[in-house]
């Protein structure tokens, strides 16, 4: 099979779509890495797959439903939602301005 | 009085607590003791609860009758299993200082069950790895030579029970992480049927994946863990309505003419030689045990490697995408390396363009793995295939190839994709160090699986870990 190779264009890309900031080892180490990786789980394009359903729910459960309630006995109280924050304000988590002036 | 945890099962700490022999707190500073000794050595724990803590609790049980299941038995929780006000970090340095602020429902189970949780244990970080090496913090050691890894990604939790730190370990296994660690450390451990055990409160490696189970001395103790722990949980919608089984009444009803299937794609070339001859003895042994042995085929063995690192990660760069910062824990600046390589392979098979040719095409070839194991399951019973290729291997050994890492899991990833429970049972030991075995069933079949694996345990002393001892 043909050698996958991932260029540091690609490795840019990806880490960016999954908010993740590489430094520059990590990238020549990753795209070394994920392109041997890539070339492993590739074989799974040789296998005959026509005509056969997809499976995503292993013991078959369908459409598993619950009464629109509050449950209350697993609800959290705001200091307790906030209790692992690493910043707030007034109540509110607190973060970064994404927006300029 | 002094009690040798290391060799003492659950079973026996309760006879001996309700025959007033010893008592909670007899048993829960036996397990300190351990911790204090090996702890800085072996990594085990993450956190210990507080000494105070544990003894005012040990003592609120001693007053009683002991008639709960799980009266007094000390417990150490996965660092995946979210406590409250008991620091969980996951293994990970993103949740270095993150205080859960409620119980999973495993948690609450094993709390009403009246056992003390002692500890958080060392892991492979949110669950990817096999060796107990990809922990943020300092790799946990194998108790029978510490200069070799204990099996992940449930390392502490195996090796906290080896070496006498609690009765019992909680874990989850993914595609081998209660089974390895349990091969590695010579225990018993079960990986149940997908949705068998809630998974509410355990932070998400693959969700659909996923399973809770247990690392014990014993089959009995097993499934004693097991009894306690399963069932529908209105909290985790893929938890089962299927009845949980009296597991340890059904122990001693000795199966009768039990098929046992061989797949014939697992004798593969890569088997270490050790490993290899100690199976043929236990197919020997199972066999005069009144077994019938039976080859069977799953074909798409090989390619369930593949698809198992095309879902899983997947699920997992879905599952990371929450750590923000923003609510809790630290930036994604601080994931480890295994975690930034799994959510690059992920967000890359989920990526434009890409989706078909990998994530669709896995979900197809999911299904393929599935019907092996139905279509084998229509002949035999069990089926019954070496836990690991390999011995435990050199701590560092395989660190810097991630492919050759993954195929640790060669026998026991096929078993994640399916769905199905697998039981690994010890089955001696090889030049010194332990060999384990799993007996895989049909889905929703844990009760013959443990009663099997009770047949096959006694065949085997219980051999409590000597090396650390000298």
């Known amino acids: 099979m043909k050698q996958s190779s991932l260029t ?76 692992n924050a690493p910043a707030t304000y007034k109540g509110y988590f607190q973060v970064k301005a994404i927006f300029g002036e | 009085m002094t009690i040798d945890i290391k060799s003492l099962t659950i079973i026996q700490a309760l006879e001996g607590m309700r025959n007033k022999k010893f008592t909670a707190v007899d048993l829960v500073q036996g397990c300190l003791a351990n911790i204090n000794k090996y702890n800085d050595d072996y990594h085990v724990l993450l956190t210990v609860v507080d000494e105070a803590v544990l003894l005012t609790k040990a003592k609120e049980i001693d007053k009683t009758d002991y008639s709960l299941p799980l009266s007094g038995i000390p417990i150490v929780l996965k660092d995946l299993f979210s406590t409250d006000g008991l620091r969980t970090t996951a293994g990970s340095k993103v949740l270095e200082n993150y205080t859960p602020v409620y119980d999973a429902t495993v948690v609450t189970k094993l709390k009403a069950a009246g056992a003390i949780i002692i500890g958080k244990a060392n892991q492979d970080a949110w669950g990817h790895g096999s060796s107990g090496e990809n922990t943020d913090y300092k790799p946990t050691k194998n108790p029978f030579d510490p200069s070799r890894v204990p099996g992940g990604s449930s390392s502490g939790s195996a090796v906290a029970v080896s070496l006498g730190m609690a009765l019992a370990g909680t874990g989850t296994d993914t595609g081998s992480s209660v089974r390895l660690p349990a091969a590695f450390c010579n225990l018993v451990g079960l990986k149940p049927t997908y949705g068998r055990v809630s998974r509410y409160g355990i932070i998400a490696m693959a969700s659909s994946f996923d399973t809770i189970g247990h690392i014990t001395k014993t089959v009995s103790d097993n499934a004693l863990m097991l009894e306690i722990t399963a069932g529908k949980d209105p909290y985790d919608a893929t938890t089962s309505h299927c009845p949980v089984a009296k597991y340890t009444q059904l122990l001693s009803s000795t199966p009768k003419s039990i098929t046992v299937g061989i797949p014939k794609e697992y004798m593969i070339e890569g088997i270490d030689k050790k490993i290899q001859k100690s199976f043929e003895e236990t197919l020997s042994t199972l066999t005069k045990l009144g077994f019938q042995m039976k080859e069977v085929s799953l074909p798409h063995t090989n390619d369930a490697m593949a698809c198992y690192y095309i879902l899983v990660p997947s ?56 019907q092996d194991f139905e279509n084998a399951f229509r002949n035999v019973d069990v089926i019954v295939a070496p836990s690991s290729p390999s011995l435990p291997f050199k701590i560092g050994e395989k660190a810097d190839d ?64 000597s090396q650390s001892d000298q």
């Open chain 2, 315 to 370: 699920e997992v760069s879905s599952n990371l995408a929450r750590y923000d910062g923003v609510r809790y824990g630290n930036s994604r600046q601080s994931f480890g390396s295994e975690a930034k390589r799994r959510i690059m392979t992920g967000t890359y098979a989920l990526s434009a363009g890409y989706y078909d040719a990998f994530y669709q095409t896995a979900t197809k070839v999911r299904s393929l793995v599935k």
């Open chain 2, 402 to 465: 991630p492919v050759k890492m993954y195929l640790s899991d060669v026998f026991m990833c096929p078993v994640n994709i399916a769905g199905v429970p697998s039981l690994n049972v010890p089955a001696g030991f090889v030049v010194g160090l332990p060999v384990g075995i799993q007996f895989i069933g049909p889905q929703w079949s844990e009760e013959k699986l443990f009663a099997i694996g009770a047949v096959y345990e006694h065949t085997n002393k219980i051999r409590p870990v």
């Open chain 1, 8 to 83: 540091s264009n690609d490795i840019d890309h990806i880490s960016t779509l999954a908010h993740l900031f590489l430094t520059d080892d990590e990238k020549s180490l990753f795209a070394i890495q994920l392109s041997a990786i890539l070339d492993f789980i590739s074989k799974l394009q040789k296998v005959s797959t026509t005509n056969i359903e997809p499976t995503s729910q292993i013991t078959g459960l369908q459409n598993v439903f619950r009464e629109d309630e509050i449950d209350t006995s697993r609800m959290l109280s705001q200091k307790q939602a906030l209790a």
